[in-house]
C-alpha cells in the first residue's frame, strides 16, 4: 500500500452524496497539509480543498464552497472529503495528496501541484443528471 490510500468513490445521481477518505501513514499526516484535487481527461488537476491537520484549518475552492465539506479524524490519521449536492461537473478523478508543513494560503501556493510531494492512487467520482 501507498503512504496515502483513498476509498469511498462511485456513482451517484445529481444532488446525491458521497465521503471520500483518505488514510495516511502517520509520519505525513501530522501537522502537514492534506489535499483533495480532481482531474478529468484533458484538463489539469485543480484543487478542490484542503485541511492543516496541525490545527483544522480548512480551504475550499470556490466550486464546492458549501456544498463540500473536508475534515480529519487524528485517531485514524484520516482526512475526508463529504460531498453534497453532487453535481455532473462534479465527475471526475479525485486525488488526496499531502504538502509537508502549511497549506500555502497566504503566499497563494494553496493549490500548487508541485508542492504537493505524495500523492494518492486516485478515486472516481461520477455524477449523472
Known amino acids: 500500500q501507498g503512504l496515502l490510500v483513498e476509498s469511498g468513490g462511485g456513482s451517484v445521481q445529481a444532488g446525491g452524496s458521497l465521503r471520500l477518505s483518505c488514510a495516511a501513514s502517520?509520519?505525513?499526516?501530522?501537522?502537514?497539509?492534506m489535499g483533495w484535487f480532481r482531474q478529468t481527461p484533458g484538463k489539469e488537476r485543480e484543487g478542490v480543498a484542503a485541511?492543516?491537520?496541525?490545527?483544522?484549518?480548512?480551504y475550499y475552492a470556490d466550486s464546492v464552497k458549501g456544498r463540500f465539506a473536508i475534515s480529519q479524524d487524528n485517531a485514524k490519521n484520516t482526512v475526508y472529503l463529504q460531498m453534497n449536492s453532487l453535481k455532473p461537473e462534479d465527475t471526475a478523478m479525485y486525488y488526496c495528496?499531502?504538502?509537508?508543513?502549511?497549506?500555502?494560503?497566504?503566499?497563494?501556493?494553496?493549490?500548487?501541484?508541485?508542492?504537493?510531494?505524495?500523492w494518492g492512487q486516485g478515486t472516481q467520482v461520477t455524477v449523472s443528471s
Open positions: 485541511i492543516y491537520t496541525g490545527r483544522g484549518s480548512t
Open positions: 502517520g509520519y505525513i499526516y501530522s501537522s502537514n497539509c
Open positions: 495528496a499531502v504538502r509537508m508543513g502549511g497549506c500555502g494560503w497566504y503566499d497563494g501556493t494553496l493549490y500548487r501541484t508541485d508542492l504537493y510531494s505524495h
